[in-house]
């Protein structure tokens, strides 16, 4: 889809290995997802809750990690189980499935029933059967970030038996606008340290739109007041869905969400945050099917996942009722995540630009266009329409690089919540039918 230089069609992800397989071999960041009560009792309902996709059927966990979906497999009746795991946490798993044989061991269930094998997915060294079902969570920031849902789909379509199911089969990404001051001017803050002139004699201040490009660049991961988002996610709620049943790799590696929104509060649009929710069907095809669902929304219960937010450099006026409209641009890169380009516009008029055209940040055009070259006549018509154009509407465009983020926890969620109201976020609601104009608002 894309023209623009990626690494879509060369996604190497081998010199981010060592420090990523290093980083899961280590019990702590093992503990940190099992501790994640969400995450866990989700999958543990969704397989047991499908015994018919499990008892007595071949499975495959990619990705075992600690081996917890291979056990709860095991408990699902599980006739044998693959797990297949790339780091050195193989080695604890096959130290706690060896444990099952000793005498009176706890884990006697597990006995015979558990072959950890230590590789990629990818590696041809797998020797493995054709599964009924397989089993994982490759799941990162944002669904996509860590690239790990394209080794689950390289598991479908090299392991998985025709009519076979997938745990989960199905993601779905959701985008909304937001509104949060405080994280914008605390952003500000960091850059502006550039600002200074004299900082010990030096002169920093030639690096400070360096800096400013730099810390906003960066997600935003962390949870917040879901109270701050000025519109519904994309798509009237529908969101962007991904069908681990379907997908391409292709499909995968580039691809652009569409957003529309239709805004609930006159208020400034910091940018745009996003999550997921997973979907587990089971087997779709019979009545003892229980689907689980797991969502990591701001309204939901919290999960390690959380949620991240995109902010734009320079805030966005919009009203109440006013149409917001744009995409969200994803192509991988070889840091096992995904550059990702944003760009919205508010206001019925002007055209958004083309997603798979060479990105170009929306600032750094505007500098270009004032910059201090001589213009023909012919150019200077151009700017002036331009921006006579730029009056109608709005635009913000920025780009990201998803797996350089950085994190804040300011919000923990209380009980003072309830008592939250939309002007204490500076958003402000339309007039109500009963105003004095007759209950007719004025929005442009």
């Given at each position: 889809m894309s023209t623009q230089p990626s690494f879509a069609d060369n996604p190497s992800n081998e010199s981010r290995d060592p420090a990523y397989f290093g980083y899961y071999a280590m019990l702590q960041h093992q503990q940190n997802m099992l501790q994640d009560t969400v995450r866990t009792s989700t999958y543990r309902n969704a397989i047991l809750l499908n015994t018919e996709c499990f008892e007595d059927k071949l499975v495959m966990d990619v990705g075992a990690g600690s081996g917890i979906l291979s056990y709860f497999a095991v408990q699902a009746g599980a006739?044998?189980?693959?797990?297949?795991?790339?780091?050195?946490?193989?080695?604890?798993?096959?130290?706690?499935?060896?444990?099952?044989?000793?005498?009176?061991?706890?884990?006697?269930?597990?006995?015979?029933?558990?072959?950890?094998?230590?590789?990629?997915?990818?590696?041809?060294?797998?020797?493995?059967?054709?599964?009924?079902?397989?089993?994982?969570?490759?799941?990162?920031?944002?669904?996509?970030?860590?690239?790990?849902?394209e080794s689950f789909i390289y598991a479908r379509d090299t392991f998985l038996k025709p009519g076979g199911h997938l745990f989960p089969n199905k993601g779905t990404m959701y985008l909304a606008p937001f509104t949060d001051a405080l994280l914008f001017t605390e952003?500000?803050?960091?850059?502006?340290?550039?600002?200074?002139?004299?900082?010990?004699?030096?002169?920093?201040?030639?690096?400070?739109?360096?800096?400013?490009?730099?810390?906003?660049?960066?997600?935003?991961?962390?949870?917040?007041?879901?109270?701050?988002?000025?519109?519904?996610?994309?798509?009237?709620?529908?969101?962007?869905?991904?069908?681990?049943?379907?997908?391409?790799?292709?499909?995968?590696?580039?691809?652009?969400?569409?957003?529309?929104?239709?805004?609930?509060?006159?208020?400034?649009?910091?940018?745009?945050?996003?999550?997921?929710?997973?979907?587990?069907?089971?087997?779709?095809?019979?009545?003892?099917?229980?689907?689980?669902?797991?969502?990591?929304?701001?309204?939901?219960?919290?999960?390690?996942?959380?949620?991240?937010?995109?902010?734009?450099?320079?805030?966005?006026?919009?009203?109440?009722g006013q149409t917001i409209r744009g995409w969200m641009h994803c192509v991988v890169n070889d840091m096992r995540s995904y550059t990702v380009d944003i760009e919205v516009i508010v206001g019925q008029y002007g055209e958004l630009s083309d997603p798979s055209q060479p990105f170009e940040p929306l600032l750094e055009q505007q500098a270009k266009r004032q910059g201090h070259h001589e213009r023909t006549p012919e150019e200077a018509q151009d700017d002036e329409e331009e921006e006579e154009d730029d009056l109608q509407f709005s635009r913000r465009r920025g780009r990201w690089e998803l797996h350089e983020q950085s994190y804040n926890y300011s919000y923990t969620g209380s009980a003072n919540d309830m008592l939250t109201k939309p002007e204490h976020l500076c958003m402000y609601e339309p007039e109500s039918v009963d105003d004095a104009y007759g209950g007719i608002t004025y929005t442009v």
């Open positions: 006739k044998k189980v693959y797990a297949v795991e790339a780091s050195d946490m193989a080695l604890k798993m096959k130290k706690l499935v060896k444990a099952a044989s000793l005498p009176n061991a706890k884990n006697e269930f597990l006995k015979d029933r558990v072959e950890v094998i230590q590789a990629k997915i990818e590696d041809p060294s797998v020797k493995a059967p054709k599964v009924d079902t397989i089993i994982s969570e490759p799941i990162g920031v944002l669904l996509v970030h860590e690239r790990m849902i952003t500000m803050g960091k850059a502006r340290f550039w600002e200074q002139t004299t900082f010990h004699g030096v002169d920093l201040s030639p690096l400070y739109p360096d800096a400013k490009a730099e810390m906003f660049g960066m997600p935003v991961v962390g949870h917040f007041d879901p109270k701050s988002l000025l519109a519904t996610p994309t798509s009237d709620a529908e969101g962007y869905e991904m069908d681990f049943s379907t997908i391409t790799m292709k499909a995968l590696r580039d691809f652009v969400v569409p957003i529309s929104w239709r805004a609930q509060y006159t208020g400034l649009m910091h940018g745009v945050a996003g999550w997921f929710d997973l979907l587990f069907s089971g087997n779709a095809e019979s009545e003892a099917s229980q689907p689980v669902e797991m969502s990591t929304g701001p309204s939901a219960e919290k999960t390690h996942w959380q949620q991240v937010r995109f902010m734009f450099r320079e805030p966005l006026a919009v009203n109440a």
